[in-house]
């Protein structure tokens, strides 16, 4: 089953080249009622990474959703060049369903050099290899959360906190989430994938301390959640088929909105990337 789904992540991020920057996705044969934010980000940067005349390491990602895709249909990824110099590219890409937008990116590449470095702090956690993994975790859990049970699983997360639905039953409250995480095969010598897996992979607990900070979880509680908008900036280069800590937290919610921030880190402690995710999330108390 893991290599299944890892190879269906790879099928997914293995766009058809329809001509004049179009490029077509399909869908993993496991999905939730609308197309995966993370899958479609994932395509979109794959698309415009594949438009560069040559390869161009990312610096940023930014999408924005407007309406939800239907996973019975492929994604069609409309890119438009917007600069191609020799250390610098801009593309814009569209996803289309039926001709209706679904969402908008913008991604930046810049081939920058040596320079100054520093960084934000890994936090001190335990090494991934000893805790247990997300299966572990939902034994017992499978009709409170059944579609993370049910869920695609390209990716092996070991969590080094209680996630949502334990805290939740332990009646406990966490203002963070961090997560080891690397693909569940091994991946492809290719940047753009090692990157598109990361970015797919960003959206998947960055929400999470923004419910955890009130003892909220999935699955226990009547919330309803939808992505706004998701950034990404890439610092060093990635090779996501190794160990990546994703530390995120909540620095604020207001007016039914909530933001998520993140860092992904190597094991060495070097901040591989950074995450800002903005989301609709309502909850709903039961009376």
Do not use: C
């Not at 020799?86 to 569209?94: E, G, I, P, Q, S």
């Not at 997560?179 to 960055?206: F, Q, R």
Request: aromatic share 10%.
């Amino acid at each position: 089953m893991p290599q299944r789904d890892f190879d269906e992540l790879l099928a997914v991020l293995d766009l058809r080249d329809g001509g004049n920057d179009v490029y077509f996705g399909t869908h993993p044969s496991k999905n939730p009622i609308r197309t995966f934010g993370g899958q479609m980000m994932a395509q979109a940067f794959v698309a415009a990474s594949r438009s560069l005349p040559r390869y161009l390491p990312p610096s940023a990602l930014t999408m924005h959703f407007i309406a939800g895709g239907d996973p019975t249909q492929d994604l069609e990824l409309r890119v438009v060049r917007l600069r191609d110099e020799r250390r610098f590219a801009n593309r814009r890409v569209d996803v289309v369903q039926n001709d209706q937008l679904l969402a908008t990116g913008l991604v930046a590449y810049l081939a920058g050099g040596a320079g100054l470095e520093h960084g934000v702090d890994a936090p001190d956690v335990e090494p991934p290899h000893d805790l247990p993994t997300i299966d572990e975790l939902l034994i017992g859990y499978e009709t409170t959360v059944p579609l993370f049970v049910e869920a695609l699983k390209p990716i092996e997360w070991r969590y080094t906190n209680d996630p949502a639905w334990v805290m939740r039953a332990k009646g406990e409250q966490l203002p963070h989430n961090r997560v080891w995480m690397k693909t569940m095969g091994v991946m492809p010598d290719d940047p753009v994938l090692h990157n598109a897996a990361l970015v797919y992979s960003s959206d998947t607990t960055v929400l999470d301390s923004i419910i955890t900070t009130h003892g909220l979880s999935w699955g226990h509680d009547r919330i309803f959640a939808a992505t706004i908008n998701h950034s990404v900036w890439f610092h060093r280069p990635v090779r996501f088929d190794e160990w990546v800590l994703y530390s995120t937290s909540s620095p604020v919610a207001a007016e039914s909105r909530g933001m998520g921030t993140g860092h992904f880190f190597d094991l060495a402690g070097r901040a591989l990337a950074t995450v800002v995710q903005e989301g609709l999330v309502k909850y709903f108390p039961v009376k």
